[in-house]
């Protein structure tokens, strides 16, 4: 099946990473339709990669500002059935398209998601448990290992039906990564696709995320935990709790204490002191979650509802 690789950016920061991922996104195995670069509201960033990469083609983000809109802009530019979305600092192996794109000739399935290894900028925190490795955006401890069907996965590495994608109306425009504010845009797409089929995680889909030296402190780790708190809480005062938070309720009862007795075994063992700080730092990051958890259910009661939108097209309630 034929697919378009979407790739949202926003900042000259990131250019050299951005240009990475337009040359993995056209050095597929399976070679893209086309690639599709969102620039969110920068003209100089837009015309920049324009330049330097001709044989992509180069939209500006038709929506609101952030990756929702961006994401949204490129899914309805596409002509194929199937959409995959890359993030602009992240790079993907030369079979990614390929692996996503294999679990779509069963006609249930209505999206696909892959594996995310973290790319470190400096070492990886020996105290940085593997089982909280979603706090960079990387596929954790405690995912499956072989291709299963899941409630959801990450837009950083996914594949959709364009018609069901469309049909539910894309990402929540104004509901992603806002600045500092951090909603899982991903997952509210992947439960509100859910409804008409099932998503497949592949981990044999790689690309690796990059993760800059600044989201290696504690500090991060513990700011990134509480917002990932909050926007569960705000998530799930848009749709029904049993399918918005199943996920959470499997990773607490069953990864959270593995990680947490870990270090409690191996304290006296090689390496003892480094898993015991793996483990203090899962019942830390399971805490600042809780907080964010309490602090997000208090701001979902004030905050108004928030629709589905794609530019060109009408807005579809949740």
Excluded at 268 to 283: D, I, K, M, Q, T
């Amino acid at each position: 099946m034929r697919a378009t690789v979407v790739i949202a950016c926003y900042t000259e920061r990131r250019w050299g990473r951005l240009v990475r991922a337009v040359d993995s996104a056209l050095g597929q195995s399976l070679r893209p339709a086309e690639v599709v670069v969102v620039v969110d509201h920068n003209d100089a960033l837009q015309a920049r990669i324009a330049r330097a990469r001709p044989e992509v083609t180069v939209l500006a983000n038709a929506s609101t500002r952030g990756a929702s809109g961006a994401r949204n802009t490129g899914a309805l530019h596409a002509s194929t059935a199937l959409v995959a979305f890359l993030d602009d600092d992240a790079q993907a192996r030369p079979d990614w398209l390929a692996r996503l794109v294999t679990p779509f000739a069963n006609p249930r399935v209505v999206g696909t998601g892959g594996a995310v290894e973290p790319d470190w900028d400096v070492r990886r925190p020996a105290w940085f448990p593997p089982e909280f490795d979603w706090v960079v955006g990387a596929s954790y401890r405690g995912m499956p290992e072989q291709p299963s069907v899941v409630r959801n996965v990450w837009a950083e590495s996914m594949a959709v039906r364009r018609d069901g994608f469309v049909g539910c109306g894309g990402f929540r425009v104004g509901f992603g990564k806002l600045g500092q504010h951090s909603r899982p845009e991903d997952t509210d797409l992947c439960i509100r696709m859910a409804r008409s089929g099932v998503w497949i995680y592949e981990p044999g889909a790689v690309v690796a995320h990059h993760v800059p030296a600044e989201r290696t402190t504690f500090g991060f780790f513990l700011r990134r935990s509480y917002a990932e708190g909050r926007g569960k809480a705000e998530l799930e005062a848009l749709l029904p709790a049993s399918t918005a938070l199943h996920s959470e309720r499997e990773y607490l009862r069953r990864v959270v204490p593995a990680a947490a007795l870990d270090g409690v075994r191996g304290a006296f063992r090689p390496g003892g002191l480094h898993r015991a700080a793996r483990s203090g730092a899962v019942l830390t990051g399971v805490a600042a979650a809780g907080a964010g958890f309490v602090r997000g259910r208090l701001a979902a009661r004030r905050a108004p509802a928030l629709r589905t939108e794609l530019p060109n097209a009408p807005g579809v309630a949740a």
